[in-house]
């Protein structure tokens, strides 16, 4: 049974659940850090003794809130794609062997509150309109997009997160936006995440880096042996016209399916988040040529200044909330009112 809010509570608690790391943070009523704290996500022994881990985390959080009064919900933001409103995972790429998780039913019982699992790019698209640009340009709707190790997306329409039916809506990154492209694990060709995501600059850099001259790329790899986006950021800024040419290909895949968003709900405001948004200036120059190029909507309300959000207009604009919008947005999932489209 799924345990009840508790009246009047003082604070709720959010859970980023990452690929790499779990954050857990507790948050007032009016969004402030109460507490936080993150570990590396156990991946390898499936998913119940990494739920055991997270629940202790709640548990130590909550020790330390004490003061603040009661918890009145847990709001988890997961990889998706994810069932929803039951908290069902479906086969995250990031949580190899979590696929048919119960994510809520199964939290729900180790922490003994009630839970609200959302996708974390919806979560993340739930802070940026409380708290970051929605709050700052007073938008009833809008959409962000995480671009990070894939591309994530989450819509707010007239204050509210739209789920669509089964909680898959506002999903971008395995939209095709190139015909015939490169073979995505999701079974399609061409996906916005292999040309979009930091993942695929990364790809493109290994790429280039087996060409003659850029031999130079490989020593430029982390640990990991990833050549992150900001090393090929740096390199475009420098003038190189490789490094500009990866950049042209995350803009112009990223415009092409803005186009689409745009013409179909004409929202004011769309921003983009993750990692990657911090190359905007190297990306944004082939996005708004493709958004202008397959939009018409575009081409009748494009603000005539991109860098800034001019009312009545089409805005595409950098996300303001930065590394934490994950963590806050989970906090906020326990009190959002949602959309699910309902049969009349
Ligand atoms: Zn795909």
Known sequence: MTPTKSAGAGYTLGVDLGGTNVRVGAYSRQAEKLHAMSFPTRLFDGPLPAL???????????????????????????????ELPAGILSDPANLPGWAGLELKTELEKLVALPVTVDSDANAAALAEWRLGSGRKFQVQSM??????????????????????????????????VVPNGIACNCGSHGCLEKYASASAVSRMARELASQPGWEFLLGMADAQGL???????????????????IFEQVGETLGRMLAAWVSTLNLPLYTLGGGMALCWDQFAPAMFRALRDCSQTYRLTAPTNTEVFEAGKTNVLP????????????????????FFSKTR
């Open 319 to 338: 996300a303001q909330l930065g590394a934490e919008a994950g963590l806050i947005g989970a906090a906020l999932l326990v009190d959002q009112l949602c």
């Open 227 to 245: 050549i992150k986006a900001s090393v090929v950021a740096q390199l475009a800024l420098s003038g190189k016209a490789e490094a500009l040419a």
């Open 143 to 176: 959409a962000m997009f995480t671009l990070g190790t894939g591309v994530g997306g989450g819509l707010i329409l007239d204050g509210k997160l739209w789920h669509g039916d089964k909680g898959l809506a506002a999903e971008p990154g395995h939209t095709v």
């Open 52 to 82: 055991n881990e997270i629940a202790a985390a709640v548990k130590k959080v909550r020790d330390q809130c004490a003061e603040h009064g009661d918890c009145a919900g847990v709001g988890i933001g997961s990889p998706g794609p994810i």
